[in-house]
Nanobody
Framework: QVQLVESGGGLVQPGESLRLSCAAS????????MGWYRQAQGKQRELVAA???????NAADSVKGRFFVSRDNAMNMVYLQMNSLKPEDTAVYYC?????????WGKGTLVTVSS
């Protein structure tokens, strides 16, 4: 059974940091491209950052230089380090695993940035 379980969300003040984690199970994690998406209230889900099976990363322009994605294939984990958080980063953050037509999602973790 495929599972992606996100953790690490919460309420933080602007300028602070958070690290999100995603624990994967039930599939061959190391051959999947992994990504973090977010969906703010009333908006469409958008890609935040992604990392290929070989470790190549990319990030949305809105988070470049602040958010960093990484993975640990030995532990079947993917992380999103979020620095200098802004109120506009408030959203539910989702972990995604993709391999061609196979696409898996976690249930999400809420990040709220507010003073």
């Amino acid at each position: 059974q495929v599972q992606l379980v996100e953790s690490g969300g919460g309420l933080v003040q602007p300028g602070e940091s958070l690290r999100l984690s995603c624990a994967a199970s039930g599939f061959s994690f190391s051959i999947y491209n992994m990504g973090w998406y977010r969906q703010a209230q009333g908006k469409q889900r958008e890609l935040v950052a992604a990392i290929t099976k070989s470790g190549v990363t990319n990030a949305a322009d809105s988070v470049k230089g602040r958010f960093f994605v990484s993975r640990d294939n030995a532990m079947n984990m993917v992380y999103l380090q979020m620095n200098s958080l802004k109120p506009e980063d408030t959203a539910v953050y989702y972990c995604n695993a993709n391999l061609g037509p196979r696409n898996f999602w976690g249930k999400g973790t809420l990040v709220t940035v507010s003073s």
